[in-house]
């Protein structure tokens, strides 16, 4: 694609701002942990809720979307839109939980609720199971969609791409920590709008196109539209639609999407100025998350199947890209191949920030998990605030590196999207309960975390080539039933056959919190004395699905307007209203 001065001149000064961002903030970053990684606890809703947006808008998510849309329609978006239930319960139950905790990562959360060597062992195995192996995987998609841009759009092999691409998210990164994470998120956010709505719009003027109505007109295109899927075909709504919104919302464990909240969702949760500020942040993050991006990335993933209808379409465009490479999530970049001058310089500025905020976010919350939750708890409890900020920094590059290498054996974001959600299966309802229900202990969380381990590795890896269990082709949803089944009995069990933890545990993590107390009441008989939080749970359980009503009527009222449907817009509209007036309200009261 023909990438002139001006376009260059656009991506040079983006990065040179990024990199002043880190300078500007890398002094008083350095002077200790606690600033490098949780920005003194002092951030306010509005950038800690811009930079959870910018963090979950990666390069990798349109691609991912496209990818979706491709193969099974609009509705096959049900596979992330159904995490915002999750999303929205972290919003109105956990987030003020969270900040009450004031742990400095979630990992130290395990020492706080359990005890002795299982708590210990969970805090250092999870740190590096977290922070280097799931952490490092997360990266490598990113990179992947990086590499994919990079080749179709200015030619570069998959090496030069990834050196690009992470030089300077590294500096920035290692440099102002938390700070010059969120700072950064929040310039490169608004650069990232702009690119995937201005890219969609134009692309709709394209030749090929036409316009939006002879876009949804289109034969390619015209039975990709529905909101849901094809509810005559069970191999079709089951895994698309009734396991997303049934199953896996609360029962997967998803970076970012969390049952419960966790990873960068409770870092900035952990670093806001107090729960206020929390709740609203995560309460901003989905709502924009869920209601503001997807259309642009959908509307350019539709036109994606007049323009290049076949994976074979793309390989004849793009002969340089290694075959490996090829998928249906590279239409995305295969399409803004046709933007122009100017443009073009603005949607690599913006796809460029998308990589970048997403790396840096995990770089620093995965150094945090190896600082903090390994080094200092287990190799060097006395080590100094200046070396810990050394190791972050270390860790931070390391890191990078692990994931670039790994980037160059992937081939798919969607195969990395469905492996994480497998290995996670059945672990969800327990960071749900944890807070909750004083019987769950440290020994429940390690052999969910060792049950859903094994579980992924057989129907992944040993099942497909012994055939134990037969799963036909069109009902591969069935593993993930089967391991949510399978972990859950496993974990109860072991709940049920070990001993809970000490009173003193419990009720200190109690006093600490001020969880309801439903869940405890058992404790809590024993000590008349102790006062019983009432709490607010069913309300906020209500508000909960307030909420997302809310957020998916406004998903939705989005797209009827564009599918030119006034009466299902206003409909919607008037729900999404509704919902934010009943929230509103209720704001106050609940905070």
Known sequence: MNVTAIDWAIIGAFFVISLLIGLFTSKKAGSSAKEFFLSGRNMPWWLLGVSMVATTFSADTPNLVTDIVRKNGVAGNWAWWAFLLT????????????????????????????SGKGA???RAFR?????????????????LAAIKIGGVMLGLSPIQTLLMASV???????????????????FQFFIAMIGSFGAAYFILDLPEIGSLNNLLAHENVANKLDFVPDFTDPNVYIPLFILPIAIQWWATWYPGAEPGGGGYIAQRMLSAKDEKNAVGATLFFNIAHYAMRPWPWILIALSSLVIFPNISDMQAAF????????GDDLAYSAMLTYLPTGLIG?????????????LSTHLNWGSSYIVNDFYLRFVKPEASDKELVAVGRISTVGLMVLSAFLALALSSALDAFNILLQIGAGTGLIFILRW???????????SAMAISFVVAIFFEVINPKVNWILIPENQAYLKLIYSVTITTIGWLLVTFLTQPEKDEVLLSFYRKVHPAAFGWKKVLDRYPAEKQTVGQLPKEIGLMLVGSIMVYAALFATGFWIYGNATGGSIASIVAIIGGVIIYKSWKKLN
């Not at 999303?87 to 609720?113: N, P, Q």
């Not at 002969?319 to 090829?326: E, S, T, Y």
């Not at 603005?346 to 997403?358: E, G, K």
Request: cysteine-free; aromatic content about 16%; hydrophobic content about 55%.
């Open 120 to 122: 210990a062992f969970l």
């Open 127 to 143: 740190a590096l199971y977290l922070g280097v192996f799931f952490n490092v995987v997360i990266m490598a998609t990113v990179s």
């Open 319 to 326: 002969p340089n890209i290694p075959a490996d490479k090829l």
């Open 436 to 446: 909750f229900w004083w019987r769950i202990n440290a020994f429940t969380e390690i």
């Open 168 to 186: 300077v998210t590294v500096i920035y990164s290692s440099l102002g920590g938390l700070k010059g994470v969120l700072l950064t998120d929040f």
């Open 87 to 114: 999303g929205m319960l972290t919003v109105f139950v956990y987030a003020k939980l969270w900040r009450r905790s004031e742990v400095t990562t979630d990992l130290e959360f395990y020492e706080l609720r359990y």
């Open 346 to 358: 603005i949607v690599l500025a913006s796809l460029i920030a998308a990589v970048m905020s997403t």
